[in-house]
Structures are given as structure tokens and as C-alpha cells.
């Protein structure tokens, strides 16, 4: 009946796989504090916490680094930036202080964040329309030296703790639920987790979508057929950012606390690792490559305070013999070419 429809309209209907496959991640995502607390094992929940939140900064790179070919070592600057937006409201909402004489503190989520991905946003516009009148290695580094500048920026403002960082003593508040309970601020980055992740995948298969898939093929073609490429890249770069900073204000919510590390070009590594472990240019592999990271740091930190050494050759092995990453490693498993 499926090559009967294919050969009468040209195109195969939509396999019900994709969708299966979709409805069951989803299925074991929410049944998983429920399991996880009946398996005796509510650490399980926090570090499907950090997967979820590290999946969403890691795509957010994907989107530049993946399919727009822009390799930035800057995005740990939008990942610290979103963290401190949250930690500075909720420092000022405390001493009920105005921020600059201007803005009033807030413990409020749907304050925090919205704020924190409007400055990280403005972040990255200010970062990529400079940098993006380079390219090649001359973007790689000046993406590195604006993030480390805001990393020693931050490491130096004694108001705002310096290098021991701020607290953010409570989670902010969402509607009354008790977002001190691991497992309800779980639920909730799930929920923002979901939400991130369709609309990225209405963006990546959008005209736009394809515009940045063209230009990391050949952006001197795209040009000669009347697309304009700085425009284009730095929207992506922008849209990259204000995920980034996106997932940012969810740490510093799960951790209860910022510093200067979020900063560093070293988280800028791990996501581009998360990234390479899962996929470049697919949508879910980052998701995939922070879920592998995460879990790998656990269980071998639980074995050894070396764990970094078993660390390198297994994500090397990964890199070297998956081709394509770990998403694609399970499409050839699942039988897809």
C-alpha cells in the first residue's frame, strides 16, 4: 500500500517510527522521578536536571556551530551572562535595592527568565556583529577573547561576589509550586526543555533553516544568488545566544548559585564536546551528547578522582567510530541509512 501511494503522488506518507520513537522518550521522560524514587534513587531526577539544561545550551551552539559553520568559543559568555542575570535580580530583590537606580530585583521566574534571555540576546548581537566581520580562525579567537573579558569582568566585581560568585539562596517562584522540590523543577525544565526544542525545530527546517545550511556548504553561491550572509549568521549567532543564556538561568536556578566559571572558555569546550558527542547539525544530538557527558562525569567521578583520564579515549572512540555522532550511530541501529 506505501509504494502503491508513492508511486501515485511521488511522495512516501510520513513512517509512523519517528513518532513512536518521539511519544516513548517523551513517556519515559515523564515517568521518570516517579521510577526514579520507587528505584530508591532521587539523584537520578537532579542529573536528569542537568542533562535537560545542559541539552538546551548545547543545541543553542548547534545552531550556530552545526548548521551555520560558525565555530564560537565564546557562547560560555551567554551561558554565565543568563546565570547572573538571575543571581543579580535575585541579590538586589533581597536587599530591595534598585539595579542601576532603574530596575527592581525579582525572585519571580517568569521575570528572571525572560530578563535573562533578553540580555544575553543583547549580549550576543554586540559579540556577533562585531566578530561576524571575520571568519575562520580570526571569528574562533576574537569569540574567545570577548568571553574571556567578561569572565574577568565578572571575577572582579566585589559586588556581585567576584571570584567566590553569588548565592541564590531559594529558587525563583513559578505560579506557587514548591520549586525547591527537585523533582517540580524538573518537570519544569522539562517543560521549557520541550517548548525550546520545537521551536528549534520549526526554526532549523524554516527557510531560514535552510539559508544557514546553504552558507556553511558555500556562502560565496548563497551570495551570488542575492542572500545577503551577515545578515543570516548573525541572527543565527543571536538566536544561538539567547538559548544559551536561556539554559544559563536554569543552573543558576538548579544550582542556587553563579560564579565566574560559567564564564569560562572551558564550559565554551564542553558544549562544543556535547555537541561532537551527539551530532553536528542534527537536532537532538546535542541533547544526546550532554545526556553521554553528564552521565560519563557521574559514574566515573563515582570511581575515580581520575576520572578524565578513561574520560578522553572513551569520547575520542565515540568521535572517531560513530561517524556522525551518537544520534547518528542510533539512526544506523534503528536500520535507517
Given amino acids: 500500500m506505501r509504494d502503491t501511494v508513492t508511486a501515485q503522488t511521488g511522495f512516501a506518507p510520513p ?8 511519544a516513548a522518550v517523551i513517556a519515559a521522560l515523564v515517568l521518570l522521578p516517579f521510577v526514579a524514587q520507587a528505584a530508591g534513587s532521587p539523584a537520578t531526577v537532579a542529573l536528569a536536571t542537568r542533562v535537560l539544561i545542559y541539552g538546551i545550551a548545547a543545541a543553542s551552539l548547534n545552531l550556530a556551530l552545526g548548521y551555520g559553520g560558525l565555530v564560537s568559543f565564546g557562547h560560555a559568555a551567554f551561558f554565565g551572562i543568563g546565570g547572573y542575570t538571575v543571581g543579580i535580580l535575585y541579590q538586589h530583590y533581597v536587599a530591595d535595592e534598585l539595579i542601576l ?18 540580555v544575553s540576546g543583547l549580549l550576543a548581537s554586540v559579540i556577533g556583529a ?8 580570526q571569528f574562533i579567537m576574537i569569540t574567545l577573547a570577548f568571553a574571556q573579558m567578561i ?35 524538573y518537570f519544569i525544565c522539562l517543560g521549557v526543555a520541550a517548548a525550546f526544542f520545537a521551536l528549534l525545530s520549526r526554526i532549523v527546517r524554516s527557510r531560514f533553516g535552510l539559508v544557514l545550511v546553504g552558507l556553511r556548504q558555500s556562502e560565496r553561491r548563497m551570495a551570488a544568488i542575492g542572500i545577503a550572509p551577515y545578515r543570516y549568521k548573525l541572527a543565527a549567532f543571536v538566536i544561538s545566544g539567547i538559548g544559551t543564556g536561556l539554559a544559563g538561568a536554569l543552573m543558576a536556578n538548579y544550582l542556587r548559585f553563579v560564579s565566574p566559571d560559567m564564564l569560562h572558555w572551558t564550559k565554551s569546550g564542553e558544549l562544543m564536546i556535547m555537541v561532537i558527542l551527539g551530532g553536528v547539525g542534527t537536532l537532538f544530538g546535542p541533547l544526546l551528547g550532554a545526556a553521554a557527558l553528564v552521565i560519563l562525569e557521574t559514574v566515573l567521578a563515582a570511581w ?10 572513551l569520547l575520542l572512540a565515540v568521535v572517531l567510530f560513530t561517524r556522525g555522532g551518537l544520534q547518528a550511530l542510533l539512526a544506523r541501529l534503528g536500520g535507517k541509512p
Fill in 304 to 313: 575515580t578522582e581520575h576520572w578524565q583520564i578513561i574520560l578522553g579515549p
Fill in 15 to 22: 513512517s509512523a517510527k519517528p513518532l513512536l520513537a518521539a
Fill in 130 to 137: 562585531l566578530s561576524l566581520r571575520t571568519s575562520g580562525v
Fill in 151 to 185: 569572565f574577568y569582568l565578572f571575577a572582579s566585581l566585589t559586588a556581585y561576589g567576584a571570584e567566590d560568585g553569588l548565592i541564590v539562596r531559594r529558587r525563583n517562584e513559578l505560579f506557587g509550586l514548591d520549586t525547591r522540590n527537585d523533582t517540580v523543577f
Fill in 101 to 118: 537606580g532603574l530596575f527592581t530585583g525579582s525572585n519571580q521566574l517568569l521575570v528572571t527568565l525572560p530578563a535573562a534571555v533578553v
